[in-house]
């Protein structure tokens, strides 16, 4: 893996940290210099190159890179990772690929609607009833959560961390109450991988995806997902093509003839250099150690609960057990607008406002002095 990396030694891979006070990872990750070379590099040679740049090897090696990478990410075999385009494709090619006939599936009534349309969809078609939790003040209870976990339910779907309130779900023992009545849990970890140790033997999950531009630091248009062997070899893939095939290179188009792996979900290609630039940010979070990250960012996230839990009128949505993702209300204030006051300032802060709520979201790139800085202008705004 090559030399460890200091969280503080990163810094200077980006540079928008000397102008912006960027706290908005949830929304888009900033993408370190040493990943943006490698994927300019790739587009330009294959776009002057063609073949010359991608010949049938090195476009075989792309995927299989990713796979290796994803499955330290992952903690897991990478015959059991698949890529993909995004977090949105994914999870509408497993859900089809279920071929689920009817009963009940779970989740939630504050995901990100790629998580839930998907299943919403199916339901319009199959005599598959989709039942939603409904959140107390964008907060899910666990207990209710797997009290409506029973004989009749197929699937159960839900992020690692919530996109809103950061609530981060103890998947060990949701899955463990879910495996009991032989419900699949399918989950979407794009809000938790990069900086959440993953490991998938632990976990137990079915379906585990997540997506390139956030906390793993990697443009946009990849994916990747860990699938369990078990529901693998039972699946047959709703989207097929090309890269399908046990044989890719044969062009067989008489023969539909599957990977044996979770490939199988693969079927295109596709933008390679983003690839190619997930791979790179993949190992560089690891040379940096995924544990580092965590505990550096939650120490963020602590010290900036307890800076806005002083403050009179700011009411803290994040729950006690939330990724690095902190959201707040200020009584009698518009968030917008002090949102656009934050980016007016010499050094703008850059957050996120959802549902008229601001979502704070460190990540590496970050310092306490950038918590502290926040915190001291949004005291003089309010
Ligand atoms: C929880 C969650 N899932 C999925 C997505 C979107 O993923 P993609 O753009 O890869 O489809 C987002 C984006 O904000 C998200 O927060």
């Known amino acids: 893996m090559g030399i460890r990396m200091k969280v503080e030694e990163v810094l200077s891979d980006f540079p928008t940290i ?20 490698r994927t300019k590099d790739f587009f330009i040679d294959m776009a002057r190159g063609g073949t010359l740049a991608l010949d049938e090897e090195t476009e075989v090696r792309v995927y299989d890179d990713l796979r290796n990478e994803g499955s330290k990410l992952f903690g897991c075999n990478p015959e059991d990772v698949a890529v993909f385009n995004s977090v949105s494709e994914a999870l509408n090619s497993i859900a089809w690929s279920l071929e689920l006939k009817k009963g009940k599936i779970i989740s939630t009534n504050i995901e990100f ?7 919403l969809r199916l339901a319009e078609k ?23 976990i029973d004989e009749s339910t197929n699937v159960l779907f839900l ?15 949701i899955t463990k109450q879910a495996h009991e009545y032989g419900v699949l849990v399918v989950i979407d970890g794009i809000q938790a991988a990069g900086y959440i140790p993953l490991n998938m033997k632990e976990l137990n999950v079915d379906v585990y995806i997540t997506g390139s531009y956030k906390w793993l630091l990697a443009p946009f248009g990849t994916a990747i997902a860990y699938l369990s062997k078990n529901l693998c070899n039972t699946m047959t893939p709703a989207f097929v093509g090309w ?18 792996t979770a490939r199988k979900f693969e079927y295109s290609t596709s933008a390679y250099g983003v690839k190619i630039g997930l791979t790179e940010s993949i190992n560089y979070l ?12 939650l120490n963020l996230i602590d010290i900036l609960k307890q800076e806005l839990a002083s403050i009179e009128r700011i009411e803290i949505i994040s729950p006690e057990k939330c990724g690095s ?7 009698g204030k518009e968030s917008k607008k002090i949102g656009k006051k934050l980016c007016s300032l010499r050094r703008p802060v850059e ?16 310092t306490d002095e950038d918590i502290l800085e926040f915190v001291t202008s949004l005291k003089q705004m309010i």
């Open 18 to 37: 000397n102008q912006v006070n960027y706290l908005s990872t949830a929304s888009i990750g900033l993408v370190p210099n040493p990943v943006i070379e």
């Open 113 to 119: 609607p790629s998580v839930t349309y998907p299943w």
């Open 126 to 148: 199959e005599n598959i009833h989709v039942k939603l939790i409904t959140a107390d003040n964008w907060l899910i209870s666990d207990d209710e959560l797997l009290e409506e």
């Open 159 to 173: 992020s690692h961390v919530e996109f809103i309130s950061g609530q981060q779900f103890d998947l060990k023992k």
């Open 243 to 260: 890269r399908t095939s046990e044989n890719m290179w044969d062009f067989n188009p008489m023969e539909l003839k599957y990977a044996t």
């Open 286 to 297: 690891q040379k940096i150690g995924i544990k580092n990250i965590q505990t550096h960012n």
């Open 325 to 331: 993702i902190v959201t707040f209300t200020i009584e």
């Open 351 to 366: 957050l996120t406002i959802r549902q008229n709520m601001l979502r704070v979201s460190p990540h590496i790139y970050n």
